[in-house]
């Protein structure tokens, strides 16, 4: 009875992270993106170096594709699409072709942390309304911030962006997007997850 007992997968408490949430933090956190993906020059996407050529403004998107790539999974990214007004094209291939790479919508930010922290991939992302101007994009990553906190500030997220974020609110760092995330009851944004241990 106990061997069955300890086989059965136990449910993660509010605020709690799983062991493989604790890796997928390290992961992330290896990236050095406050060093990397910087704003207003020109980076090679995948590692965030600065590469020769006309500077970017932001790099949000990029350091996804990159985080995506070193974990095994597709999200759009250079060449499929170029790094400008990447972030809403991602945005939108979520929606469509994502699903045939297996990324499912997620339904509200409390499950996308809580996703995060059973050591699933889930990005945030918002889709300009402006076709001249930018969106933008995130990773969630694991937080055992509390259910209020996420009321109020969303999940925790990590960012390359004006400012590039190794941990920040999804409410500051979407904080140039207002409509972004205004709190749990209302947002603009949509996550997504992908779980790259169950990649087939």
Sequence with gaps: MFAIASLLAVPLQAGQ????GKALAEKYDAMD??????????????????STGKPGKTHCSAFVAAACER?????????????IHLASAQAEWLKTDGQKEKWSEVKDPFKAQALANEGKVVVVAYPSPDPEKPGHIALV???????DLIRSE???????????????????????????WISADKYAVTFFVQDPRRRS
């Design 17 to 20: 992270i799983s062991p493989e």
């Design 33 to 50: 993106v406050e060093h990397h993906w910087l704003a207003g020059r020109r980076v090679d996407w995948q590692s965030g170096e600065p």
């Design 71 to 83: 974990l095994g999974i597709y999200i759009l990214r250079p060449p499929q699409h170029g790094q």
């Design 141 to 147: 990553r694991p937080s055992d911030k509390s259910d």
């Design 154 to 180: 969303g999940p925790q997220i990590i960012q390359a962006g004006k400012d590039n974020k190794n941990s920040t609110s999804l409410k500051e760092g979407f904080r140039n997007h207002k409509e972004a």
